[in-house]
């Protein structure tokens, strides 16, 4: 738990001991540590070096430590700025590479990646990166790709970015498949099905695309920079996605196919309590969603309803039957 600001876990383990005690003598620390002594004397010396803890003045062999709340506090501010240095950091190599990739020279534009453990470690990147959307074609024959979920979908999709995935038919038949887009449609991600994709496929900010590299003994991909041959993958997703089928989640919790793109039953709720005066923020939390969740979803409608404006959007949800009097 304490990992994060630096101690590993024998030193966590001595630390919280000697705080139980709240002054210890060498040898019984190492005893209820199960260590010997000079492991023991090792493990408090760098919780010393952190500030944790102290030899006692009046008896050199025996220790104190200090109190948690000041020193831990310490530390946290301590990591804090050492993590917003190294954000500045990021953010200044970023600009340099933008400013260096302007014009990259050709043989820099596709990067191999070869190794499961490098194409997953490259694809997860992608997505921790990504500003603004991501769009994905997903097959039913993951290499070392598995699956829709991961940790990097969940923090993108947490922090705003739009998905758009389209996932082959037969992926849905994998053990986990029906899970995986559950939970997808549950973060609000724009997923559609088709009987087959061309291939597997992620775009991130219309900026970097990665493939897989087919004919290799292992796992192998393509990362693919600003060029023509992006404009390309991004075109095939954008054909692949307007020839697929919309699907959502009904009241029951199913996953089922929507006939003609529109509103679904969240978003004819918001727009409920938006025609009934609330705010954004009252109808997220009416709704128990997230306030980007609303306005991505109110942003949605608009275009669907292919207006400019919010009063727009009311009389034209009127008008196409989505709200009626009596529900609002």
Known sequence: MLSAIGLDDGQEAAYR???ALGAADLGELAHRLGQSEEEAGRVLRRLADHGLVARSSARPGRWVVAPPKAALTALLASRRHELERAEHAAAVLAA???AEAAEPPVHDL???VTGAKAVARRFLQLQFGAEREVCALVSDQ????????NDAEEDAAGRGVVYRAVVERAALNRPSGLTELASALGRDEQV???DRVPTKLIVVDGALAMLPLAGRTEPAALVVHASGLLEALCGLFEAVWAAAMPLRIDDRGTVTEVAGEGPD???LRILSLLLAGLTDTSTARQLDLGLRTVQRRIKRLMEIADVSTRLQLGWHAYERGWITR???
Do not use: N, Q, S, Y
């Not at 993951?142 to 979920?149: H, Q």
């Open 17 to 19: 001991a000697l705080v």
């Open 96 to 98: 340099e590479f933008r």
């Open 110 to 112: 596709v990067e191999v």
């Open 142 to 149: 993951p290499v070392a790709i598995t699956g829709m979920e």
């Open 192 to 194: 559609r099905m088709a």
């Open 265 to 267: 039953h969240i978003d």
């Open 326 to 328: 009596d529900r609002f």
